[in-house]
């Protein structure tokens, strides 16, 4: 049973891109969760989404960041003219049912650095 | 908004002594607190948690405790070992649900 999935590890955007995150939840998983975590900080809920429903996106910055999780294909992040504040490592998570309670499973992370 | 602490942000131990982190928060409605471990460049890997209808949880070298008058809980680790040393984060939902706040991570190293 694969764990999370995020693609790429690594991404390296220059000001002004665009960058798109992907997350595939655990097998079974409908629920996903994104955390962005800056050095030496803890992780930070951005968004809860289940397949096609954005279930509550109050930790993300109301300009330039969208999320989505299509019925079909991974969970995108997407951040649009990033700057270089936006340079972090994102987590994603899922879990099997609504985390109250529930045991979260991190991917890898995507480290994104902006030029 | 609510908040979790956590101390210290650096602990070294020799092998074998025993290391404890130390978390409070802030929401009295909390009610589930896991504990995750994360290696340099890895994923946090949740290594213990527990939930308000009980003071202690054990699991091999690893303890963790809950005192809910308090508000805090703290994580034991017994005779360490040198594949201990990461960062470990404590966390906490939101009022009973699925938002977990986190804290600012301890990093532990345990010095052969």
């Known amino acids: 049973n694969a764990g999370v999935m995020q693609n790429p590890r690594h991404l390296v955007r220059r000001r002004g891109q665009e960058a798109r995150l992907r997350c595939s939840p655990m097998?079974?998983?409908?629920?996903v969760y994104w955390y962005r975590q800056l050095p030496e900080e803890g992780l930070k809920f951005m968004v809860y989404?289940?397949?096609?429903?954005?279930?509550?996106e109050s930790g993300m910055p109301k300009e330039r960041f969208s999320a989505e999780f299509p019925k079909e294909g991974p969970s995108i992040l997407r951040i649009q003219q990033v700057v270089r504040g936006d340079s972090a490592a994102y987590f994603c998570?899922?879990?099997?049912?609504?985390?109250?309670?529930?045991?979260?499973?991190f991917g890898s992370g995507t480290q994104l650095s902006v030029l | 908004g609510e908040n979790v602490e956590q101390h210290p942000s650096t602990l070294s131990v020799q092998e074998g002594d025993s290391a404890v982190i130390k978390c409070t928060y802030s929401?009295?409605?909390?009610?589930?607190f896991p504990w995750y471990k994360q290696e340099l460049g890895k994923r946090p890997q949740l290594i213990i948690d527990?939930?308000?209808?009980?003071g202690e949880k054990k699991d091999q070298r690893i303890a963790v405790t809950l005192n809910k008058t308090a508000k805090h809980f703290s994580l034991h680790i017994t005779e360490t070992q040198p594949e201990d040393s990461a960062v470990y984060f404590c966390a906490a939902d939101t009022s009973g649900t699925y938002k977990y706040i986190f804290g600012t991570g301890t990093r532990l190293k345990v010095l052969a």
């Open positions: 998570a899922s879990s099997l049912r609504r985390a109250t309670n529930e045991k979260l499973f």
């Open positions: 097998k079974g998983h409908s629920h």
């Open positions: 989404l289940q397949k096609e429903n954005i279930i509550d």
């Open positions: 527990i939930r308000s209808n009980v």
């Open positions: 929401d009295s409605a909390s009610n589930y």
